[in-house]
């Protein structure tokens, strides 16, 4: 077997395996090494909500055939209001769209190895040129790229990731059947992406119901284990306990089922990332904290990532003379802050503002966004300081100088100009 290439990547998700695609198809050898044994990749549990848009899939060549459904619009839910944009997106099966990556990528030319756990970096002269997995075994590469989420055994070591507990975002999610779609009262759920703001249900955090055909949805809910999740928490709940009392308390549920086997349980960091790479190693994917406040496309992130990466390491690659050191992989760095999340400071802001605003809030921000139109949300969620402005009501200031007060944030003064 052979043990040296010129790129070697940790986690075969959607970060890792796009990476791999590019890398393969530009003519490089690469071997991604996968955790999960392949009969079984990937696990029912190892799972995502795959809400995505056309211009992922457009971008990156995705087929048709790993979409549960297409959607039309995009809704917001606060406790007792809610905003409907048109937007046309796609509910992913995540399992298929992760097998479609390692075939293509395979076809390419891209080696994996399953079963295979990375444990750390092997070290020469201070500088990685390999990893060890399942305890003993080797194998080397001119670039190492980390892309195995928040577990990130290579880049914890390395020094280029510090991922904070206080910033650990938890989530759970199920299939089920029987729902209500378009209940009396609510908007009409039919081939929409529909996320949740309410304390009530998901403190710190937010729900979602994403339709997947006739009466089928993908249902669940996610959020921040901080001091600010506890001052909404319920004494003794657990994030299945939140779910359950969603399920008993909306009418929506009051008919439905579970899908057996259909299940996921996520994690991912909130927080300003710190480094990207060193000397010929990157991390990519959730391995490095991305924002996208709003409408999460965790997906289209790692994609983006694993390109950049890509680019990055073809840039040192392809000149026999130009070793892969942090600064000549620099332009990942450069890339992902323009390309992947750009102005991060201001969409981490409003990240803040959109979990940890009081239950009264959020219904005063859904009758903001019929009043303002659907580009002021979209631009706020990129980071657009005059549209971040015209969401922000005399309200929302003790929020804003609390996370200062505690660096959550810059001041504020900095993030609006």
Known sequence: MNDRYDVVIAGAGPAGAQCARDLAARGYDVVVLETEAEDEFPRQSNKSTAGTFPSMMASFGIPDDVVMQFTDSVVLESPTEHYVREQPGAV???ADFKRFLV?????????????????GPIMEGGEIVGVTYNGDEEVYGEIV?????????LAKKLGVVDLKRENH???IEYEFEGIDIDRPGFADLHDAMMLR??????????????????DTAKVGLCYIQNDHHSRYAKDGYTIDGYLEHWLETDPRFRDAEKIAGKQHRGSAHIQKPGDLHT???????????????????????CMQSGRVAAVAADGCLKHADLEPTAENLAVYDTLWHRDVAPNVDKRLLMTHLLYLAPNERYDDLMRDLKRLGNDTLADANNGDPLAI????????APLLLELAKQQVVPSVRSLLS
């Open 145 to 153: 790229i980390d892309a195995t989420g928040p577990a990130a055994p």
């Open 92 to 94: 992913l099966e995540f």
């Open 279 to 301: 000397d010929r190693f990157m991390a990519i994917g959730d391995t490095v904290p991305t924002v996208d406040p709003l409408w999460g496309e965790g997906i289209n992130k």
């Open 197 to 214: 703001l309410d304390h009530e249900i998901a403190p710190g955090g937010y729900s979602w119901i994403f339709h997947t055909g006739e």
């Open 103 to 119: 075939a293509d990528s395979r076809d390419e030319g891209a080696e994996y190895r399953f079963d295979a756990r990375v444990t």
């Open 169 to 171: 975002a938890i989530g």
């Open 389 to 396: 402005a015209r969401l922000l009501d005399l309200e929302d």
